[in-house]
């Protein structure tokens, strides 16, 4: 256990249709990153937060967006979902804002399915 | 942006041989390189990592080897055993931007 928290595990849902995606990272970690793991895309760097603030951005789509708390849990919602946004979806976390500086613990994932 | 070659994609070895997977990266800025082992079903975990200031790196039955002027990178495993059985990723980490590109993943199948 990495003691990064996600949740839902599973959420299946259909096209159009908007969900979010809930992360709490470790204790004492202040980034926390979002990451999308498809298929045919594999490991995709989503976006980053450090403290509350944005602080780098992938791959990630117009219709996604996030957001860290005042409590540091983060939140990934999803929007407008199409098939092809069926993926499992990771949540890290680590203590410093460089990945350079230190490790970063994933959580369990969140599988995604649109139908 | 960083992109991050992963070769092979499929690895089937016998228990006690060694294991070598092939990265290269783009960018020679990229200045940090961890490895990932992903079992089945389960999250990414770190297992080995190297900053660009060093050529090689071990911990036991791993080891990690980096060429900064041909931008690649390798993971090393020796003494092969079922459960190294798992989908490795390398990446590579640029300070500017804040991002890690990853690798496309090596399946690797250790046959007892």
């Known amino acids: 256990d990495s003691g990064v928290t996600q949740t839902p595990k599973h959420l299946i849902t259909a096209t159009g249709q908007r969900v979010t995606l809930r992360c709490s990272p470790r204790?004492?970690?202040?980034?926390v990153y979002w990451y999308q793991q498809s298929l045919d895309q594999g490991l995709q760097f989503l976006i980053q937060y450090y403290n509350g603030e944005e602080r780098a951005k992938g791959n990630i789509l117009e219709r996604f967006s996030a957001q860290q708390f005042p409590d540091l849990h983060s939140e990934l919602n999803l929007s407008s979902l199409e098939l092809g946004d069926s993926a499992l979806y990771f949540c890290?976390?680590?203590?410093?804002?460089?990945?350079?500086?230190?490790?970063?613990?994933f959580g369990p994932g969140t599988r995604l399915t649109v139908l | 942006g960083e992109n991050v070659e992963q070769h092979p994609s499929t690895l089937s070895v016998q228990e006690g041989d060694s294991a070598v997977i092939k990265c290269t990266y783009s960018d020679s800025a990229s200045n940090y390189f961890p490895w990932y082992k992903q079992e089945l079903g389960k999250r990414p975990q770190l297992i080995i990592d190297i900053r660009s200031n060093v050529g090689e790196k071990k911990d036991q039955r791993i080891a990690v080897t980096l060429n900064k002027t041909a931008k690649h990178f390798s993971l090393h495993i020796t003494e092969t055993q079922p459960e190294d059985s798992a989908v490795y990723f390398c990446a590579a980490f640029k300070a500017a931007g804040n991002k890690l590109t990853f690798g496309g993943g090596t399946r690797v199948l250790v046959k007892p």
């Open positions: 890290a976390s680590s203590v410093e804002e460089f990945l350079s500086y230190n490790e970063q613990f």
């Open positions: 204790s004492g970690d202040l980034s």
